[in-house]
């Protein structure tokens, strides 16, 4: 079946714009993570979803990043008034449920902030 | 704090030889654990889940969990080059939504 999917791939932006940054999950999963990794770094928690509720925003950078779910599938996260450091691979993954799960991995979308 | 522990390596191996890759976890009500394949340049690929004391094998990969040691590894038989890229370790809490990852150990798998 269908795997998890992220749009767009690349996305290259000037400091100060905002972006969004959309994750399509596999069908069925409740679970949606949102994580970011710089290059030559590990994975970095951002945020999670269950269902469109995300009980826990703590791990967003700063408030200039948000997310939503919606319909219990599409989710976007978005990067207001971008800055240099927010230049990363942002990988979104989800899974059946919440607790114990494996995860699964979309392509990622790579962006820079010039 | 929750930490995995990696060693970074790289972790160079003959083709055709086992590769051991290592983790070592701090939460020890940690219940959940995932292997997870990182080429360069692409996403992490889940390559298996492991829940209970013991080993657990897939094709050429076998995990082994030993949770009184806070351990968990993978071992990789005939090893192929194109099993070089990085292992990700993952480990989630019972009482955690969120699964910490290691840093990962990347593996060279020479001809």
């Known amino acids: 079946g269908a795997g998890v999917s992220q749009s767009p791939s690349n996305k290259v932006t000037e400091k100060g714009k905002d972006v969004e940054l959309r994750c399509d999950p596999i069908s069925g999963h409740t679970a949606l993570y949102w994580y970011r990794q710089s290059l030559g770094q590990g994975l970095e928690f951002l945020i999670y979803f269950q269902g469109n509720s995300a009980p826990d925003k703590s791990g967003l950078p700063s408030d200039r990043f948000s997310a939503e779910r919606t319909g219990g599938s599409v989710s976007t996260l978005t990067i207001q008034r971008t800055q240099q450091e927010d230049s990363a691979v942002y990988l979104c993954a989800s899974s059946l449920v919440l607790a114990g799960s494996e995860q699964y991995f979309g392509p990622g979308t790579r962006l820079t902030v010039t | 704090q929750k930490e995995v522990e990696q060693n970074s390596g790289p972790l160079s191996v003959p083709e055709g030889a086992i590769a051991s890759l290592n983790c070592t976890y701090s939460d020890r009500v940690s219940q959940s654990f995932f292997w997870y394949r990182q080429y360069s340049g692409k996403s992490p690929e889940l390559i298996m889940s492991i829940y209970s004391n013991g080993d657990k094998e897939d094709g050429r990969f076998t995990a082994q969990l030993n949770k009184a040691s806070q351990y968990v590894s993978l071992l990789i038989r005939d090893s192929q080059p194109s099993d070089s890229a990085t292992y990700l370790c993952?480990?989630?809490?019972?009482?955690?939504?969120?699964?910490?990852f290691g840093r990962g150990t990347s593996l060279i798998v020479h001809p």
């Open positions: 993952a480990v989630q809490s019972g009482g955690s939504y969120i699964p910490t």
